[in-house]
């Protein structure tokens, strides 16, 4: 079987991930051919955010625009004038420690980034500002192309993360059930039978009500884990002393050390630590367990007495 030159071009330019995102267009019929009469160029110039004479890209005007939270961060995406989902290129880049610049860059040169390039204006607590985007369904062969070795080890999970499931979450931010991306949709569904919009009209209904269902019961299931893991800690009699215990605690060691230190003529307070924690073998005074505090205290006062004849003047 021949492959078209496009998907060889992208196979050969980002992977397997290249490909898969070069078929999806072709089989939903979205693949970009840009004519004159339907992209409208533009150059942005503007130091503050980055962009230089040489930058142009297609100028889209925003229709919506919606914060998406994408696991820990907030991602800004628009759906455009064309009908398109596009996201925050330098929100993208921020998340994932990578340099926007750079990034950009390499989205112009790529054959198949590049068509899916777009400035448009969002909306900022400093006012509207122009910003360089990318179409969603190609975040996937963007985030392919970058290696792990280009992020730190902390931010790798999370490249992992986007590169599988950033497009998904951000394009289903605009959706209302939508499997496809079709822009002829719109209108078969105008010519359709008044059953069949009603049917459809149900199912959305139907996926929205799911959706919501699902979600609810996992924070619910979320929240019923920590309640339980709360009731566990307070019911479990080996749970650790809390702060007013820990300060008496600490006070009683200073004690003996204080007097420890005035005979010896040098710091005995790390040794009367030492000597708690090897006899009730824990590593902090603050980790002790609840059910020892008394014997702790005991222990404590057992030795000052033996230095001074009195209890622990707390």
Known sequence: MQIPDNLREALEAGGEMACFAMVIDEVAGIVIKAT??????????????????????????????????????????????????YVSIRHMCRALGLDENGQRQRMRRHAVLGRGLGVCKIHTPGGAQETAVLRVDLVPLWLSGVRASMVSEEIRPKL?????????????AFQDGRL???????ELLAQASPDAV????????????ARQQIVMEARLDDYGRRLDNI???LGDPDRYVSKEQAARISQGVRAIGHVLSKRSG????????????????????????A???????????????????????F
Do not use: H
């Not at 992209?39 to 919606?66: F, H, T, W």
């Not at 496809?180 to 719109?186: P, V």
């Not at 009603?198 to 009500?209: D, I, N, P, S, T």
């Open 291 to 313: 059910s020892q505090y008394e014997q702790a205290m005991k222990w404590l006062n057992a030795w000052y007495q033996r230095l001074t004849n009195s209890d622990i003047p």
């Open 231 to 233: 009731e566990a800690s």
């Open 180 to 186: 496809s991306a079709d822009s002829d949709f719109d």
């Open 160 to 172: 992992v993360q986007f590169q599988e499931q950033a497009a998904a979450v951000l394009w289903e």
């Open 36 to 85: 004159d009469s339907d992209i409208k160029r533009a150059i942005c110039v503007d130091s503050r955010q980055g962009y230089d004479e040489s930058m142009s890209e297609n100028l889209l005007i925003p229709v919506e625009q919606k914060d998406v939270a994408l696991y820990e961060d907030n991602i800004t995406a628009v759906r455009a004038d064309d009908g398109r989902v």
């Open 266 to 289: 040098r710091s005995e307070y790390g040794a009367v630590y030492g000597e708690l924690y090897r006899s009730f073998d824990t590593s902090s005074y603050r980790e002790l367990p």
């Open 198 to 209: 009603e049917a459809y009209q149900v199912a959305l209904a139907v996926v929205k009500l």
